[in-house]
C-alpha cells in the first residue's frame, strides 16, 4: 500500500467499520488497521453517495457495503484501492486497483 498511497488516504466509512470488525489472521494487523483508520479521512454518507450506490445495487448486485464504498469512490473521484476484482472490476465510471496485482 506504501507504494501506491503517497498522501492521507480517504475511506469510506464501511470500510472504517469493515476494518475494525475483521479479525485477521495476525492479531498485530489489528494495530496496523488502527492507525491507517486513524491516518485515513472518513468519508460519511451523503446524498450523491446513496443515489450512486441504489444504480449500483440496481444495474451490478453488488452487496451493499460494497456498492457503498464504490459510489463513495466514484462521487469523490478516488481511485479505490481493494483486492475484490469480482466485484469492483465492472463498476462502470469506477478507478479501480488491487494492490496485490502490482509487483
Known amino acids: 500500500m506504501d507504494k501506491i498511497v503517497d498522501d492521507k488516504s480517504n475511506i469510506s466509512f464501511i470500510t472504517a467499520i469493515e476494518l475494525q470488525a475483521w479479525n485477521p489472521p495476525k492479531p498485530d494487523d489489528l494495530l496496523i488497521y488502527s492507525k491507517f483508520i486513524t491516518g ?24 451493499i457495503p460494497d456498492a457503498i464504498i464504490a459510489a463513495t469512490a466514484i462521487v469523490n473521484n478516488f481511485t479505490l484501492l481493494a483486492d475484490n476484482d469480482k466485484d469492483f472490476k465492472r463498476v462502470k465510471g469506477l478507478k479501480y486497483i488491487n494492490p496485490s496485482a502490482i509487483r
Open 40 to 63: 485515513s479521512n472518513i468519508v460519511l454518507v451523503e446524498p450523491d453517495i446513496i443515489t450512486q450506490t441504489v444504480l449500483i445495487r440496481k444495474t451490478q448486485k453488488l452487496k
